[in-house]
């Protein structure tokens, strides 16, 4: 009797002929990027360096597209937003040494946010390993233990034999949920020694999946059926899984009442009778969620942002899906049910019975009209104004991508994104230069859209070398910049906290980012909060690069988790 994994697929005679006669030339370098093109990658980004001359060496001889940024932790930010966008790992090409842990910032955002990238980097030569001290050029003790308390998982490569098994490893593991980032590193000599290896041909692309058991699915989905009161929060777990009509028709089928975290923005449409939006970092809606019997979390693990800075104490039976075994039950107890939100929740969908609930839509209309009335007494018309006025600029089906900036801590609550896996921000790891970078890998992965990328004035100093990225591949990104003449929010911060800040810390000199662009060659525009929508809409509209400068000073609406 023959089993399936019993079965070996044959090689071709002309596969044979060609593995017999690899073509001469090739180094390891060949191996990698061969191995990245059979597993279907198309696009890679990086920066080249001295130990990793063997990779980019073998670029020339393949069919990658290849995309350069300036610093290496702009270049992992847009292989984030590449993979966000694409669903696809994202390969990043770095050097050893300080090119390598350069990038660490943007690999901690991508592991909160469950960005597949795929990072290959080089090391020094073979000899060097083991933690000696041997005074090679960017020598460090174990450049892998750098990474391995942000990725996923850390494969060490020290043969050209073992090149293709650790990156399809790699490829596998940023892809099987939760997603997120991989670290592969390789020696200088062995990605330049010559190789007589065949051509990499194929690869099993496949991620494992990750179903939920099913006596877990069979409780939560009676605990749901009989509920008096549930309702749902859907966190970044929702969109990584492309869950987003199994999570509405589920909400829908219970009349169950959905909130939305910020890295699960457009999870469930905005205007939906059973949305309460965004505003979980607002106290009525804490008291709805609170209130709940039954309460179902799938994609988050209720961090700090997602419990109103952890305030939030449910009461009723909570029910929490998630991909990531180390959030599960790590900040409340509940059925814990370790799984992709996709899979999970078409297994409630077959399982749930139906409930009535006329009043559900009328009890969200009532949370939201008391989260109006609390904005609208702190007189914050300036804040809201420019806010809408993005949202009509930008269309529908743009994404856009928002930086550690008081418009963005707006964005989170009140922005409407208008689907699924359109609004990317870098609330998970909260660091700053995300915006820009990431909004040039969403336009290299989808260049039929026009992107927006939204950074304070601090926060675009990060990224402002990537205007020549943005120039030399000609990428549709629209670059707002709102200028307050500092760090906005942390000015508010310490005023807040000590009754004012410390101006040498918060106050920036800032160039002039319209003249600044414009010596790029990107097309620059100061605009004021009236002008805005219309200046913005122009921008978008326009093929290419541009810049549009916002001097505004915006204020933070009241917290409510402070008593």
Do not use: C
Not at 155 to 166: K, M, N, Y
Not at 247 to 275: D, I, M, Y
């Amino acid at each position: 009797m023959t089993h399936d994994h019993d079965l070996v697929l044959r090689p071709t005679e002309a596969q044979t002929a060609a593995a017999l006669n690899p073509p001469a030339g090739r180094n390891g370098g060949d191996l990698v990027v061969e191995t990245l093109a059979g597993l279907g990658a198309t696009t890679v980004f990086g920066l080249p360096g001295q130990h990793a001359l063997g990779m980019f060496d073998a670029l020339r001889r393949s069919d990658l597209r290849y995309i350069g940024l300036r610093v290496e932790n702009n270049a992992g930010f847009a292989a984030d937003a590449y993979g966000r966008i694409t669903g696809e790992a994202a390969p990043l090409l770095l050097s050893t040494g300080p090119g390598a842990l350069t990038s660490l910032a943007a690999l901690q955002e991508a592991a909160a946010a469950s960005a597949p990238v795929l990072a290959i980097s080089s090391q020094i030569p073979t000899a060097g390993l083991g933690g000696g001290r041997h005074g090679y050029l960017h020598e460090l003790p174990d450049q892998a233990a750098s990474f391995r308390g942000v990725a996923k998982s850390v494969h060490t490569v020290r043969t050209q034999s073992q090149i293709p098994s650790a990156i399809e490893a790699a490829w596998k593991s940023a892809l099987t949920a939760p997603h997120g980032p991989v670290w592969v590193e390789i020696p200088q000599d062995v990605l330049l020694a010559e190789t007589s290896i065949p051509v990499v041909t194929g690869g099993d692309a496949f991620p494992e999946e990750l179903p939920p058991r099913p006596e877990l699915t069979a409780v939560a989905a009676d605990l749901l059926s009989r509920a008096a009161r549930p309702a749902i929060i859907a966190g970044g777990g929702v969109v990584r899984a492309d869950a987003s009509k199994k999570l509405r028709q589920l909400a829908e089928t219970l009349q169950a009442p959905v909130v939305t975290t910020p890295g699960g923005k457009g999870a469930f449409p905005w205007k939906h009778p059973l949305s309460l939006q965004s505003w979980i970092e607002d106290r009525h809606t804490t008291d709805f969620l609170e209130d709940a019997d039954v309460l179902l979390v799938v994609g988050s693990g209720l961090g700090e942002l997602s419990s109103n800075y952890h305030t939030f104490k449910p009461r009723g039976r909570v029910i929490q899906i998630e991909a990531d075994l180390g959030k599960l039950e790590s900040n409340h107890p509940a059925l814990g049910i370790h799984a992709d939100a996709r899979l999970a929740l078409q297994a409630l969908l077959e399982t749930v019975t139906k409930r009535e609930d006329p009043s559900a839509p009328e009890r969200v209309r009532e949370v939201l009209g008391k989260v109006a009335d609390r904005i609208a007494a702190q007189e914050l018309a300036l804040e809201q104004q420019v806010l809408a006025s993005v949202r009509r600029a930008l269309p529908a089906d743009s994404p856009s991508f928002w930086d550690m900036t008081i418009l963005a801590y707006w964005a989170w609550s009140a922005f409407d994104a208008k689907g699924p896996n359109h609004m990317h921000s870098a609330q998970g790891a909260g660091g700053l230069g995300y915006g820009f970078p990431a909004a040039l890998g969403a336009a290299v992965a989808d260049p039929t859209r026009p992107v927006l990328a939204v950074s304070g004035d601090g926060g675009a100093l990060y990224s402002i070398a990537e205007l020549a990225t943005a120039r030399q591949y000609d990428l549709n990104v629209t670059w707002l910049i709102v200028d307050d003449g500092g760090y906005g929010i942390l000015r508010e911060y310490m005023t807040d906290a000590f009754g004012e800040a410390t101006a040498a810390a918060t106050e920036l000199t800032r160039p002039d980012y319209v003249a600044l662009a414009q010596s790029f060659g990107v097309p620059g525009v100061r605009t004021t909060p009236e002008t805005l929508e219309a200046d913005l809409a122009k921008a978008l509209s326009e093929p290419g690069p541009s810049v549009v400068v916002l001097p505004a000073v915006l204020r933070m609406f009241a917290p409510t988790h402070l008593g």
